[in-house]
C-alpha cells in the first residue's frame, strides 16, 4: 500500500559553518530512536560526519542524508533528513540540498547571530522558495540573546521571524522555554540517557505580561491567513484553540510569508523535540509543494503531480563514490514509483540505464529498498553515465526538470603524481572527484602538460588532495595555489580574416568580416549574430565560424586565460566552390578570433572575494591596515557582541595563507569567512607583471 505522503518530510539543516546543524542532526537521530547514544562533533563521533576528513576538523564537507520518524499527534512521520555543510567551499552541497528539499530548518548561533553564511544559505533557499523554520541554537553560551537574533534576522535577511517559542533565563541559567502556542512551560532537566528530558508547567508568574505580548504578535502576524482568528483574539482570546493556531502558522510558513523561530540548546539537548514537533507541524510534505514542473521533449511545459499514479520522474541531485557499492546516485523522486531492477530514461543523454540496486541511506550505510515512490529520496547503483542536475524518468513520458546551477571555481593547483606508476590512478581519482563535485574541475595546460585541479577555496583543494591520498592511495606533488583570471574585452572593433592553403589537390578556403567587442549587458558566453546577405557565405557554413568562436575563448589574447564573454557579429564574407568547407570557416574564425581581441582593448580580469573578519575592538586598526595591504576595500563596521565585525572586498590573489596572518595579527582571537562575490579589472601594473610570467612560463615549457 501507498505511504500517505502527508506524513513525509523532505527537510535540511542549513546555516552558517559551527551554528551548531551537525549536534542539531545528531539530536534529531538520537531523538527520533535512530541512534542509542549520541554522537558528539568535538569527539569526531557524529554520525552524519562520517567522512575521516570531517571527524579530524571538525566540520561538515558533504551533506549525508538519512531517513528517521517521528511520532507527532498519534501519527508516525517519515523523516528524510540532510545535513549539509557551512563551509563556503562546499556550498554546492546546501545548493543541491536546498534545491530537492519541501523545508529546511535554518540554525543561527545565539551568539553569532545572523552570520555571513546564514546569508549566503539563505539566499539559496529563496531561490528555490523552500518554506524555513528558524531554530536559535546555543542559548545556553554566554553572551546568548535570542531578542538580537530576531532583530538580525529581521534586518539582515529581510525576513519576518516569529517567535512560537520564547527562552527562560540565558546563558547558564537557560532552563526552557515557554510554548507561545500552549501558553505553557517547558522547563528541561540534565539527562543525556533518556528521551523525554522535560515537564511541562505553568508560564512563571514573573514572565506572564512578556507571554502575552509576544502571543498577541504571534496571533497578529499569522492574522491575514485567518480572520476569524483576529476577530476571537481581540473578543475572546480565550476561544483560540491550539489546532487553529497551528493550521494558520502552517499555512503562513508554507506561504513564504513567515519564518517560525525557536529556540533551544541542541548540545545540552533543550528544545530538539519541540523543533521537532515543529516541523512536523509547520514544514510542508511533499503533497503541499504540489506539482513539479519541466519540459516535455517537444519543448512545451509539462507538471507531475506527486502521486505513485503518474509516470515516474525524478531529479539526481549528488553523486558519490562508495567503495562497496560504487557509484551512488542520490534521486529525488517527484512522481510515480521506480522499482529496484528496472529502466529509468535519462533525459539529458536520451539513453535508457538500469537500476541495478536501490537504497535508503543512513549517513554512509545503505538499506537495501524494493522500490521509490513519489516525494521520497533515495540512492541508486548501476548507473554509467548520470550527473549532478541530470532528470530520470519514464520512457514513453519524457520531462526535463529545470537543473541546477553552479558557480565556476577560483582557485586553481597543479598536481602530478609522486611515481609514474600513480598517473593512471591519479586520472581515475580526479575524474570521479570531479563527477561528485561540480565546484571542482579537472583540465590539462596545453602548452605545459600540467593537470590542474580547480576549486572553491584552499580549504575545498586541501581536502580533495588529502581524499586522493585517504580514499585512493595516490600520493601527489602541488604546486603554489593560482588564481583562476579570466580575459575581457572592451572595445569593438571590425577584422576581416581569409584563410588560405593550397597543398596540391583540394585545397582549403574561407574569408569572414566580423565586429568583435564586449558582449551586451548580462550576456555570459558567446553571443553571436549572423548579418550575412545574400549567400555570400552558405547557411551551411555559419555554424562552424560560431563554433571557431566558441573554441578560441578558451585561450584569451593577453595571457592565455578563458574570456568568459564575447559579441562576434558576422558581417560579411565569402566562399570558394570546390575549397570551401566547414572546417575551413571554423579556422577562419580562431585565427580571427586571435588577430582581432589583441586589438579589441583585452583586459585581464581577477576573482574578487567578500570578506567578514570578526575581531576583538582592539585588534580592529592592525585588521584594517592588513587588509589595505591586501588592496582591500571595506564595505561596512559593525559592533557585534564585544566584538568588531569588519565586511571588505578583497582579492583572492591577496588572500593566501591569509587565516594565518590573521591568527598572528589578533593572537588567535578572530575569525574570518570568505565567498566569492565578483571579477573585476586588474590594476594595469600588476596585469602586466601577470601577463609576463605567464608567457615567461610558457616560452620556458616551448623551449624544454
Not at 546564514?118 to 546555543?138: I, L
Not at 539527562?191 to 509576544?214: C, G, H, S, Y
Not at 506561504?255 to 539537548?269: A, D, L, Q, R, Y
Not at 588577430?595 to 576583538?616: D, F, G, N, Y
Amino acid at each position: 500500500m501507498a505511504r500517505d505522503l502527508k506524513y513525509t518530510r523532505n527537510i535540511g539543516i542549513m546555516a552558517h559553518i559551527d551554528a551548531g546543524k551537525t549536534t542539531t542532526s545528531e539530536r534529531i537521530l538520537f531523538y527520533t530512536g535512530k541512534t542509542h547514544r549520541v554522537g558528539e562533533v568535538h569527539d569526531g563521533a557524529a554520525t552524519m560526519d562520517w567522512m575521516v576528513q570531517e571527524q579530524e576538523r571538525g566540520i561538515t564537507i558533504t551533506s549525508a542524508a538519512t531517513t528517521t520518524f517521528w511520532n507527532y499527534g498519534g501519527e508516525t512521520y517519515h523523516i528524510n533528513l540532510i545535513d549539509t555543510p557551512g563551509h563556503v567551499d562546499f556550498t554546492v552541497e546546501v545548493e543541491r540540498s536546498l534545491r530537492v528539499l519541501d523545508g529546511a530548518v535554518a540554525t543561527f548561533c545565539a551568539v553569532g547571530g545572523v552570520e555571513p553564511q546564514s546569508e549566503t544559505v539563505w539566499r539559496q533557499a529563496d531561490k528555490y522558495s523552500v518554506p524555513r523554520v528558524a531554530y536559535v541554537n546555543k542559548m545556553d553560551r554566554t553572551g546568548a540573546d535570542f531578542y538580537n537574533v530576531l532583530t538580525e534576522i529581521r534586518e539582515k535577511l529581510g525576513a519576518n521571524p516569529v517567535p512560537v517559542t520564547l527562552p527562560i533565563g540565558s546563558e547558564d541559567k537557560f532552563e526552557g522555554i515557554i510554548d507561545l502556542i500552549s501558553n505553557k512551560a517547558i522547563v528541561y532537566f540534565d539527562d543525556k540517557t533518556v528521551r523525554d528530558n522535560f515537564v511541562i508547567k505553568d508560564v512563571p508568574a514573573e514572565m506572564l505580561a512578556e507571554v502575552e505580548e509576544w502571543r498577541g504578535k504571534l496571533i497578529e502576524a499569522i492574522a491575514e491567513y485567518n480572520d476569524e482568528l483576529l476577530e476571537k483574539y481581540f473578543d475572546n482570546p480565550e476561544a483560540i484553540t491550539e489546532e487553529e493556531i497551528v493550521a494558520t502558522i502552517r499555512k503562513a510558513t508554507i506561504g513564504m510569508s513567515i519564518i517560525p523561530t525557536m529556540c533551544g540548546s541542541s548540545f545540552k539537548n533543550k528544545g530538539v523535540q519541540y523543533l521537532l514537533d515543529s516541523v512536523m507541524r509547520f514544514l510542508p510534505s511533499p503533497l503541499d509543494k504540489g506539482s513539479v514542473q519541466g519540459i516535455d521533449e517537444h519543448g512545451s511545459e509539462e507538471s507531475r503531480e506527486p502521486t505513485v499514479k503518474e509516470p515516474f520522474c525524478g531529479l539526481v541531485f549528488k553523486i558519490a563514490t562508495d567503495p562497496f557499492v560504487g557509484r551512488l546516485a542520490f534521486i529525488r523522486a517527484y512522481s510515480g514509483k521506480l522499482d529496484s531492477g528496472s529502466y529509468i530514461y535519462n533525459a539529458r543523454s536520451e539513453k535508457k540505464e538500469r537500476v541495478a540496486r536501490l537504497y535508503q541511506m543512513h549517513s554512509n550505510k545503505q538499506n537495501p529498498i524494493e522500490f521509490v515512490e513519489a516525494g521520497d529520496i533515495c540512492a541508486a547503483v548501476g548507473f554509467k553515465d548520470l550527473r549532478t542536475g541530470d532528470t530520470v524518468c519514464d520512457e514513453k513520458r519524457v520531462i526535463t526538470l529545470e537543473s541546477m546551477s553552479f558557480p565556476d571555481p577560483v582557485i586553481g593547483l597543479a598536481v602530478e603524481p609522486k611515481t609514474q606508476k600513480d598517473l593512471d590512478k591519479l586520472g581515475i581519482a580526479l575524474g570521479k572527484l570531479s563527477e561528485e563535485d561540480p565546484t571542482f574541475t579537472v583540465k590539462t595546460d596545453h602548452d605545459s602538460g600540467q593537470t590542474i585541479i580547480s576549486g572553491m577555496g584552499e580549504l575545498h583543494l586541501e581536502i580533495i588532495v588529502d581524499r586522493l591520498k585517504r580514499e585512493f592511495g595516490v600520493e601527489i606533488n602541488q604546486g603554489a595555489p593560482q588564481v583562476n583570471y579570466k580575459e575581457a574585452l572592451t572595445a569593438t572593433v571590425e577584422h576581416r580574416e581569409v584563410f588560405k592553403k593550397q597543398t596540391g589537390g583540394r585545397g582549403k578556403f574561407a574569408d569572414i568580416i566580423v565586429e568583435i567587442g564586449p558582449s551586451d549587458e548580462g550576456v555570459v558566453g558567446l553571443q553571436f549574430v549572423d548579418q550575412v546577405k545574400g549567400g555570400n557565405i552558405p547557411k551551411e557554413f555559419v555554424p562552424a565560424v560560431e563554433k571557431g568562436f566558441k573554441e578560441a575563448m578558451a585561450n584569451g589574447p593577453l595571457a592565455g586565460y578563458q574570456v568568459e564573454s564575447i559579441k562576434v557579429t558576422l558581417k560579411d564574407g565569402s566562399f570558394h566552390t570546390v575549397d570551401s568547407d566547414q572546417l575551413s570557416f571554423e579556422i577562419c574564425a580562431r585565427a580571427a578570433f586571435r588577430h582581432a581581441a589583441a586589438k579589441a582593448r583585452p583586459i585581464l580580469m581577477e576573482p574578487i572575494m567578500s570578506l567578514e573578519v570578526v575581531t576583538p575592538e582592539e585588534n580592529v586598526g592592525d585588521v584594517i591596515g592588513d587588509l589595505n595591504k591586501r588592496r582591500g576595500q571595506i564595505t561596512g563596521m559593525e559592533s557585534k557582541a564585544n566584538a568588531r565585525s569588519v565586511k571588505a572586498k578583497v582579492p583572492l590573489s591577496e588572500q593566501f595563507g591569509y587565516v594565518t596572518v590573521l591568527r598572528t595579527i589578533t593572537s588567535g582571537r578572530a575569525t574570518s569567512t570568505m565567498e566569492f562575490s565578483h571579477f573585476a579589472e586588474v590594476p594595469s601594473n600588476l596585469a602586466k607583471s601577470i601577463i609576463e610570467k605567464s608567457s615567461g612560463h610558457k616560452r620556458n615549457e616551448t623551449d624544454e
